[in-house]
């Protein structure tokens, strides 16, 4: 049976329609790519009260992986993080430290990223940045290191 995950887009005008949601469905391909079984993305509008709903319905539904995309920045309504820390049993910060040294590398503004990543029950949370270049090699990330993560949820010895 393969690993069930899921992909939340934060954004205004996505979820209002104004523009296609076009980071989402980059994290499904990789996702199913790999191995996971993955729904569409889902959209929801920026803010913390609406990432923590839809991450709380998430974890709730079995969801073992959850990746979200934009609402990580500095502007006004980013709030991602805030409503990813309210779910967090626990954080993981060598995850989103890794996510902004790599994207700086290729754009300092990678460093404006406040994203998270940790562990909600058993399920594995990890903040992406909205762009569609974040996400594409942000997912990458995720994937190198979400099945051993998701292993050690259930209790797996370390490989």
Known sequence: ????????????????????????????????AAGFDCDDAIVIPDGADEVERAL????QRGIRLIVTTGG???GPRD??????????????PGIAEELRRRGAAEKPAALLSR???GVAGNALI?????????VTDGIR?????????????????HR
Request: glycine share 10%; no cysteine.
């Open 126 to 134: 990890v903040n992406l940045p909205g762009s569609t270049a974040a």
């Open 72 to 74: 990580t920045g500095i």
């Open 79 to 92: 709030r991602t993080p805030e409503g990813t820390a309210r779910v967090l049993d626990r954080e993981l």
């Open 1 to 32: 049976m393969s690993p069930v995950a899921a992909v939340i887009t934060v954004s205004d005008r996505s979820a209002r329609g104004e523009r296609a949601d076009a980071s989402g469905p980059i994290g499904v391909a990789a996702l199913r």
């Open 115 to 117: 994203g998270l990543a």
């Open 56 to 59: 709380r319905e998430t974890v």
């Open 141 to 157: 990330l995720v994937l190198e290191i979400a099945h051993h993560a998701l292993g050690q949820l259930e209790g797996e010895d």
